[in-house]
Protein backbone atom coordinates (compact mmCIF):
# COMPACT_ATOMS: atom_id res chain seq x y z
CA UNK A 1 0.00 0.00 0.00
CA UNK A 2 2.86 2.10 0.47
CA UNK A 3 4.29 2.08 -3.19
CA UNK A 4 0.27 3.45 -4.26
CA UNK A 5 0.63 6.46 -0.90
CA UNK A 6 4.40 6.87 -2.89
CA UNK A 7 3.03 7.56 -6.47
CA UNK A 8 -0.39 9.32 -5.61
CA UNK A 9 2.44 11.68 -4.13
CA UNK A 10 4.48 12.17 -6.84
CA UNK A 11 2.28 12.69 -8.87
CA UNK A 12 0.57 15.22 -7.00
CA UNK A 13 3.99 17.00 -6.65
CA UNK A 14 3.95 16.82 -10.44
CA UNK A 15 1.10 18.26 -11.36
CA UNK A 16 1.21 20.92 -8.58
CA UNK A 17 4.78 22.13 -9.57
CA UNK A 18 3.37 22.74 -13.47
CA UNK A 19 3.81 26.01 -14.64
CA UNK A 20 -0.25 27.50 -15.12
CA UNK A 21 0.62 28.16 -18.68
CA UNK A 22 0.80 24.13 -19.46
CA UNK A 23 -3.25 24.48 -18.06
CA UNK A 24 -5.84 24.02 -21.10
CA UNK A 25 -9.18 24.58 -20.59
CA UNK A 26 -10.45 23.03 -23.93
CA UNK A 27 -12.67 20.65 -21.14
CA UNK A 28 -14.11 22.97 -19.23
CA UNK A 29 -15.10 25.13 -22.09
CA UNK A 30 -16.48 22.96 -24.30
CA UNK A 31 -18.52 21.94 -21.45
CA UNK A 32 -19.75 25.15 -21.14
CA UNK A 33 -20.74 25.39 -24.49
CA UNK A 34 -22.82 21.70 -24.33
CA UNK A 35 -24.43 22.58 -21.27
CA UNK A 36 -25.51 26.09 -22.12
CA UNK A 37 -25.94 26.32 -26.08
CA UNK A 38 -29.72 24.38 -26.09
CA UNK A 39 -30.61 25.87 -23.02
CA UNK A 40 -30.51 29.14 -24.23
CA UNK A 41 -31.80 28.36 -27.42
CA UNK A 42 -34.88 30.81 -26.45
CA UNK A 43 -36.13 31.14 -30.56
CA UNK A 44 -35.84 26.84 -30.38
CA UNK A 45 -33.78 26.79 -33.63
CA UNK A 46 -31.12 23.61 -32.40
CA UNK A 47 -32.54 20.10 -32.95
CA UNK A 48 -29.20 18.62 -31.03
CA UNK A 49 -26.46 19.55 -29.78
CA UNK A 50 -23.92 16.41 -29.34
CA UNK A 51 -21.05 16.02 -27.20
CA UNK A 52 -17.70 16.90 -26.86
CA UNK A 53 -15.27 14.55 -29.13
CA UNK A 54 -11.75 13.72 -28.19
CA UNK A 55 -9.02 14.93 -30.46
CA UNK A 56 -7.95 11.01 -30.92
CA UNK A 57 -5.18 9.58 -33.59
CA UNK A 58 -7.07 6.92 -35.98
CA UNK A 59 -5.45 4.19 -33.46
CA UNK A 60 -7.13 5.61 -30.48
CA UNK A 61 -4.42 7.71 -29.13
CA UNK A 62 -4.66 11.50 -27.78
CA UNK A 63 -3.46 14.00 -29.95
CA UNK A 64 -4.05 17.24 -28.12
CA UNK A 65 -7.01 19.01 -25.98
CA UNK A 66 -9.15 19.66 -28.96
CA UNK A 67 -13.19 19.15 -28.27
CA UNK A 68 -15.65 19.19 -30.86
CA UNK A 69 -18.97 19.53 -30.52
CA UNK A 70 -21.31 18.46 -33.32
CA UNK A 71 -25.10 20.96 -33.20
CA UNK A 72 -28.05 20.01 -35.68
CA UNK A 73 -30.74 23.22 -36.31
CA UNK A 74 -34.20 22.09 -36.88
CA UNK A 75 -34.15 21.91 -40.49
CA UNK A 76 -31.46 19.16 -40.43
CA UNK A 77 -28.67 21.39 -41.14
CA UNK A 78 -25.05 20.46 -39.34
CA UNK A 79 -22.65 22.41 -37.71
CA UNK A 80 -19.47 22.01 -36.09
CA UNK A 81 -18.20 23.94 -32.83
CA UNK A 82 -14.72 23.46 -32.37
CA UNK A 83 -12.62 24.25 -29.40
CA UNK A 84 -9.00 24.61 -29.92
CA UNK A 85 -6.26 25.61 -27.52
CA UNK A 86 -4.06 28.60 -29.63
CA UNK A 87 -0.38 28.41 -28.92
CA UNK A 88 1.65 31.18 -30.11
Do not use: W
Not at 17 to 27: E, I
Not at 49 to 66: H, N, W
Amino acid sequence: MTHFETMDTIVKQFFDNLPKSYTAYCDYIAHLIVGNLKANDTEKLLASVGRPQLDLSPEGSFRSTKKTIDVEDRFGKKYRVTVEEVRE
